[in-house]
Structure formats: C-alpha cells, structure tokens
T-cell receptor, first 116, second 112 residues
Framework: DAGITQSPRHKVTETGTPVTLRCHQTENHRYMYWYRQDPGHGLRLIHYSYGVKDTDKGEVSDGYSVSRSKTEDFLLTLESATSSQTSVYFC???????????????FGPGTRLTVL | QKEVEQNSGPLSVPEGAIASLNCTYSDRGSQSFFWYRQYSGKSPELIMFIYSNGDKEDGRFTAQLNKASQYVSLLIRDSQPSDSATYLCAVKRTGSARQLTFGSGTQLTVLP
C-alpha cells in the first residue's frame, strides 16, 4: 500500500544486538499495529498504538518495545534480538476519523528479519 | 481451542469453479469479520468484511456470516489462477479495543 511504508525491508542481525523497525504512514490513521507472522501461527499482534504516545501490548509483546512520537511513525524495537524473533513483521493502520469504522486494517509491505 | 480456526489446506479447485473457504471463531460476542488475501511473499490485502448475519457480495466474492453457528465463510465464484493465495480470516472480538485476531490461513490453489 502506497500509504504505508516499512523500513528496512530486509535485515540480518546477530543475537544480542538491538534492532529498530520503522513504520511510516501518510494516511493520518489514528491506530497503528505491529504484527509478526510465522508459519503455523498466522499473524500475531505484538503492540499497538491508539494515538501519539499511547501504546499497549498485544499477545506476544515480550522482548519488544514500541514508540510513537508522531502520528505518522510507529517504531518497533527489539532490545536484544534473539533467534526466536526471526520472522516477518507487518505494520498495519486503522482509521478512526469520527465516521463509523469496523476496524478494517491495512497492511504495510513487511520487514523480513533474520536473527543469527 | 484456537480463537479463530481455519483449515490450513491446501485447497485446490479447477479454474471456473467455486472456492469455499471457512472460518470458525470461539467468542460468541465477536462483532466484525474480515477476509484478507495474501500472495506468497506479500502483505495481507483486505478483500471484504461483514458484520451482519447473512451474505455480502462484492464482485466474485461473497462473505457469509452465521453468528449462531459462529462461522464465517468466503465464496469465490469463477475462480481464476490469480486467486491462488492464502486467505486469512480475522475477527474483532468483544472488548478487544480495535484489535483483530487472525486465523492461520487457508492456502488456495486454482488449477488452470
């Protein structure tokens, strides 16, 4: 989706190093989400944000932190990467502009992270 | 029991046939239901959503929702090889504050 970008798109890192993934949106959506996708597990929510500086944990938040200092940017940080965090990470956005929303979420292109 | 369950497949149908994808969910109070299509190596793409019992049609796609039986299905009419992808079912559960719970997906192959 042209309105959502993720960087980097691919990253290889070593165990124990910090890693930050960035999600950038130009849609002015209020909600932003970080998911990981692994074979057999589908998409699992890591953290989400409902506004600038407002974040909350998802079902697999251990080992991850997030920050949102601007509406358009949502950062995911792995403080000390482990091999179990090798995955594909997707950012998603959801609109809440005062009109009725059914929580449709739209996804970015993804980041493939490999932790050696 | 998983909160959202889908048959992993693979499901194969011949070109031109109707593909039927099913999803069951455990939370009876779930409110909105979504179908995403994901091509290999790509991100999920929203196809359609449904929130009322019954059928909702959009082109070749029909979503069907039965809240009493707690299942939602996606029918793809006149299937094309380009429909070959993994289809993800997602559910907004009660009190989940704009979070979606995803199934593991069903892999569909449309054979020419």
């Amino acid at each position: 989706d042209a309105g959502i970008t993720q960087s980097p798109r691919h990253k290889v890192t070593e165990t124990g190093t910090p890693v930050t993934l960035r999600c950038h949106q130009t849609e002015n959506h209020r909600y932003m989400y970080w998911y990981r996708q692994d074979p057999g597990h589908g998409l699992r929510l890591i953290h989400y944000s409902y506004g600038v500086k407002d974040t909350d944990k998802g079902e697999v938040s251990d080992g991850y932190s997030v920050s949102r200092s601007k509406t358009e940017d949502f950062l995911l940080t792995l403080e000390s990467a482990t091999s179990s965090q090798t995955s594909v990470y997707f950012c998603a956005i959801s609109e809440n502009s005062g009109r009725r929303s059914y929580n449709e979420q739209f996804f970015g292109p993804g980041t493939r992270l490999t932790v050696l | 029991q998983k909160e959202v369950e889908q048959n992993s497949g693979p499901l194969s149908v011949p070109e031109g046939a109707i593909a039927s994808l099913n999803c069951t969910y455990s939370d009876r109070g779930s409110q909105s239901f979504f179908w995403y299509r994901q091509y290999s190596g790509k991100s999920p793409e929203l196809i359609m959503f449904i929130y009322s019992n019954g059928d909702k049609e959009d082109g070749r796609f029909t979503a069907q929702l039965n809240k009493a039986s707690q299942y939602v299905s996606l029918l793809i009419r006149d299937s094309q090889p380009s429909d070959s992808a993994t289809y993800l079912c997602a559910v907004k559960r009660t009190g989940s504050a704009r979070q979606l719970t995803f199934g593991s997906g069903t892999q569909l192959t449309v054979l020419p």
